[in-house]
């Protein structure tokens, strides 16, 4: 048990600082596709929060996309002025200090360039992994952009 609390205390803290107060839900069954986590919550997919890691050349962005969405890479890349490609497991760690499947949106290991997809505006509340691949935690979609200091761009379809 010991790395998964110590992720979870970790993401808590740095969300904290950020001024966004966090309830993480854990949930044994897991959480680690959007459509566990929608399940596991009881909410539309679209309500999920997933967090990618792209590289722009050879620095890291964070996508939140919607649950039911998928980042769309040409838009992404041009938006971003660069070619960009998914992260690798070893980089998305390296630059969140999570693993994939729980990397939370905020308190990575370096402040990471946000990108939110708008879709997630639509909803009251939505669902973000919180440092684990079974937790998450509810969050104002407005909160989520202000505390991540996200740019909220269409680049998923």
């Known amino acids: 048990m010991g790395r998964r609390s110590d992720a979870i205390a970790r993401f808590t803290e740095e969300a904290e600082a950020s001024g966004l107060q966090v309830e993480v839900r854990s949930y044994p069954e897991g959480t680690r596709t959007a459509a ?26 964070l996508v939140l996309c919607s649950g039911g969405r998928r980042v769309d890479e040409e838009r992404l890349a041009n938006y971003l002025g660069t070619e960009i490609r998914i992260a690798g497991a070893s980089e998305v760690r390296a630059a969140t200090g999570f693993a994939i499947g729980g990397t939370p949106p905020l308190g990575h290991t370096v402040p990471l360039r946000t990108v939110v997809d708008p879709h997630l505006m639509d909803f009251d509340e939505v669902w973000a992994a919180a440092g684990t691949p079974n937790s998450v935690f509810p969050v104002k979609p407005r909160d989520l952009v202000q505390a991540t200091s996200g740019a909220v761009v269409g680049v998923t379809r």
């Open 36 to 61: 566990d986590a929608a399940a596991a919550v009881g909410c539309h997919v679209d309500q999920i929060v997933k967090s990618l890691v792209f590289m722009a050349d050879v620095r890291p962005v």
